[in-house]
């Protein structure tokens, strides 16, 4: 069984104690820690006020930007390179690119549940790629080094908000803000920084509620 389970929790208003209620009931009946995608910073801070080290920020705030529909052109793939989706095959790939090793189940899970791009060589080896993640945002992109070179991490990114607006879903991507390269990747691609909404990740730690 999983240690921790997923939790969004997009919150418009600052009213971190019914936030912490919330938590509590549903970390209660887990019987588990809860990942939290989406309160905001402030909500964030006052949660580790009220519960100490039971609540701890996993990475730095994020912002939320969005690829606007009306920029959109369709992509167009170098001679030699094809278009998939990502198959289970692939998740060790993946896995070995990322920072976090345990992101094995939630991969598995994204790549059955969600469309994502892979792009292939001649060879029909994966050189890049983007997925669909379960709060909405497109991201976890990656080009292999030595074709890194060759704008595929653009058209990869294009490949997939084609796929989001054939679907009639909006394109977003949520980005630490010290991620330098990733924020210049997606202003040189259009993509619009949303001010107004930025975002944290933490870890809710279990506590059994007891009356």
Known sequence: MSTSNRVYCFCKDD???LVDSI??????ELGSSLVLFGCSPGIT???IKMNGSFVRRLIEDTGMLMFPREIFRK?????????KRLEEENVELVLSNLQYREAKEYIVHMINILPSTCILNKD????????????GCCGMLHVMPEYRRLNLGSIVGQ?????????GDEVYSWVDKTNHPALTYNLKNGVVPLPDFIVTC???MYRRVTN
Do not use: C, H, M
Request: net charge negative.
């Open 159 to 167: 490949l997939q908000a084609e796929k989001n607006f054939e679907n």
């Open 75 to 83: 992509p167009t793939l170098p001679d030699d390179f094809k278009e």
């Open 45 to 47: 801070d006052e949660l």
């Open 15 to 17: 009213n971190s104690t």
């Open 124 to 135: 029909g080896k994966p050189v890049a790629w983007i997925l669909q993640q379960e709060y």
């Open 202 to 204: 933490s870890e809710y």
């Open 23 to 28: 938590l509590r009931q549903v970390s209660n």
